[in-house]
């Protein structure tokens, strides 16, 4: 397993931008397929957006669009994964976790054993 530190949330105005970090220990970091999941207050963990070793993405794709406002990257050689929120609406508001797993992207929470302590944003109207 990994270890995971998130950083980057904060409070900001409908329509800001936001960008998450989440840094991983370990030698093995490129081997790894990253994931951001967000849970809202009374709300399940939701994926939104994952990216395997090499660079591959899959973004969640629901009505509130994340596709087209949120983009996920990864720096193999600084162990980080990222997440770019722009236009932020209200609705994105949530704690956001990274994870990690072996081998191939999955959306699949249950996939992942290694979760990061999460990071705040708050996204006000």
């Known amino acids: 397993q990994v270890q995971l530190v998130e950083s980057g949330g904060g409070l900001v105005q409908a329509g800001g931008s936001l960008s998450l970090s989440c840094a991983a220990s370990?030698?093995?970091?490129?081997?790894?397929?990253m994931v951001w999941f967000r849970q809202a207050p009374g709300k399940e963990r939701e994926f939104v957006a994952a990216?395997?070793?090499?660079?591959?993405?899959?973004?969640?794709q629901d009505s509130n669009s994340l596709k087209g406002r949120f983009t996920i990257s990864r720096d193999n050689a600084r162990n980080t994964v990222y997440l770019q929120m722009n236009s932020l609406k209200p609705e994105d508001s949530a704690v956001y976790y990274c994870?990690?797993?072996?081998?191939?992207?999955?959306?699949?929470?249950?996939?992942?054993?290694?979760w990061g302590q999460g990071t705040q944003v708050t996204v006000s109207s």
């Open positions: 994870a990690a797993k072996p081998g191939a992207l999955t959306s699949e929470r249950t996939e992942y054993g290694s």
């Open positions: 370990g030698r093995t970091f490129s081997t790894y397929a």
């Open positions: 990216i395997s070793g090499s660079g591959s993405v899959n973004m969640a």
